[in-house]
C-alpha cells in the first residue's frame, strides 16, 4: 500500500462555503493529504479500542465512535446484508455512510462486492445484491497496535450453488485498521485479500461503460460536494473514469460535526488503482476494479485489494 504521505492533492485547503444546511445524514471517513509533512507526532493516550457486540466490532477512539463492522445480518434484514462497515463517523460524531437508503437499497457503508462473480466463463453469482452468494464470516479477532490504531481482522468464505449444491469457491482474509485522530484528521485503512477454492473463479463489474463493481463507499450528501483529484476538478460522468491516486470530497460549506473534506485512495495488489466510478447524485462511489473485462482470482497467492480513507 502506498504511503500515504505520497498521496495528496494539497496540505490545506481554504473550506469555502456557500451557506447550506447539510442534514445530519450518514457519510464517511477522512485523510490526510499526501506531499505534506509527515505524520504529526501520536499522544500515547489516544487510542482505538474495539468493543465485541453480538453482531460485529465497534470501534472507539478516547470513547467517541469510529466506526462498526458488521459480521451478521441486523434482524430481519436480508442475509447477504454482513460483512461491511457502517456506520461511519466524521471527527465530530457524524455519521456520514448510508446503509440500504431508498434510491439503492443494496447500498451499504463501505463494502466490497461485485456484478459478476464467475466460474469457468459462466456467472454464479452477484455479490453487489446478494443474488446465490452466501458469506460464511467467522468471528473477527481485534488487534490492538503500538502506534495506538486498533485493526479487525475476517476471514469469509464465499458460498455458491454449483451442481445442486452450496460450494465454496473464495476464501477471503481482510482487515480494517483505524487510526486516532490527529490533528482533527483520521485515517482508516480496509484491506481486502482473496483467494480461489479452485480454478476457473473470476471477478468482473457490470458490461458496459461503468463496468463498476469492487470496493465501494456509500457517502452522504455528495450532491453537496465538490470531486477532487490531483488539482483537478472532477465530474461525474456516466461511464468510469481515470482519476489521480487520491479522489477527495470536499463540501463547500461543512457545518460541524459534517467532516469538510473525506479522501480515498484504492489499490489492487499494491498499486495505485485510478479508474472510478464517481457520482454526485445519492449513490455509491467506486473503486471499480477490474471493470467490465473478468479477473482471475488466484488459487496459489492472493489478490489484494485496499481502500485508504482520510476524514477531516
Given at each position: ?96 455512510t448510508e446503509d440500504a437508503p431508498a434510491d439503492h437499497v443494496h ?189 482471475a482470482v488466484p488459487s496459489e497467492g492472493v489478490l489484494r485489494l ?7
Amino acid at each position: 500500500m502506498r504511503d500515504q504521505n505520497a498521496a495528496s492533492n494539497r496540505c490545506e485547503a481554504p473550506w469555502r462555503l456557500s451557506c447550506i444546511t447539510l442534514p445530519l445524514v450518514p457519510l464517511v471517513l477522512l485523510v490526510t493529504h499526501a506531499g505534506c509533512a509527515s505524520r504529526p507526532h501520536q499522544e500515547d493516550s489516544s487510542r482505538v479500542e474495539a468493543l465485541r457486540t453480538d453482531d460485529g466490532v465497534q470501534l472507539v477512539d478516547s470513547g467517541a465512535p469510529v466506526l462498526f463492522y458488521r459480521s451478521k445480518p441486523s434482524p430481519g434484514r436480508e442475509p447477504w446484508r454482513t460483512h461491511y462497515v457502517h456506520p461511519v463517523y466524521s471527527i465530530g460524531g457524524a455519521v456520514i455512510t448510508e446503509d440500504a437508503p431508498a434510491d439503492h437499497v443494496h447500498h451499504r457503508g463501505i463494502f466490497w462486492a461485485w456484478r459478476r462473480i464467475l466460474v469457468d466463463g459462466v456467472k454464479v453469482a452477484d455479490g453487489w445484491v446478494g443474488e446465490n452468494l452466501a458469506l460464511e464470516v467467522a468471528s473477527p479477532t481485534v488487534t490492538s497496535h503500538d502506534d495506538g490504531s486498533a485493526q479487525i481482522d475476517m476471514q469469509v468464505r464465499w458460498i455458491v450453488p454449483m451442481q445442486g449444491r452450496p460450494t465454496p469457491i473464495i476464501e477471503e482474509n481482510s482487515s480494517i485498521r483505524a487510526y486516532p485522530a490527529v490533528d482533527g484528521r483520521r485515517r482508516i485503512d480496509v484491506s481486502v485479500g482473496l483467494r480461489a477454492l479452485r480454478h476457473g473463479v473470476e471477478l468482473a463489474g457490470t458490461e458496459d461503460e461503468k463496468g463498476y463493481g469492487g470496493l465501494s463507499l456509500r457517502v452522504a450528501n455528495p450532491q453537496l460536494a465538490e470531486i477532487e483529484s490531483d488539482g483537478r476538478v472532477m465530474h461525474a460522468a456516466v461511464a468510469g473514469m481515470q482519476t489521480g491516486d487520491w479522489v477527495a470530497f470536499n463540501w463547500r460549506a461543512p457545518l460541524p460535526p459534517w467532516p469538510a473534506r473525506v479522501a480515498a485512495s484504492c489499490q489492487v495488489d499494491g498499486h495505485a488503482w485510478t479508474r472510478w466510478v464517481l457520482r454526485q447524485e445519492p449513490s455509491m462511489q467506486n473503486c471499480a476494479f477490474p471493470g467490465s473485462a473478468p479477473t482471475a482470482v488466484p488459487s496459489e497467492g492472493v489478490l489484494r485489494l485496499g481502500l485508504s480513507l482520510l476524514v477531516e
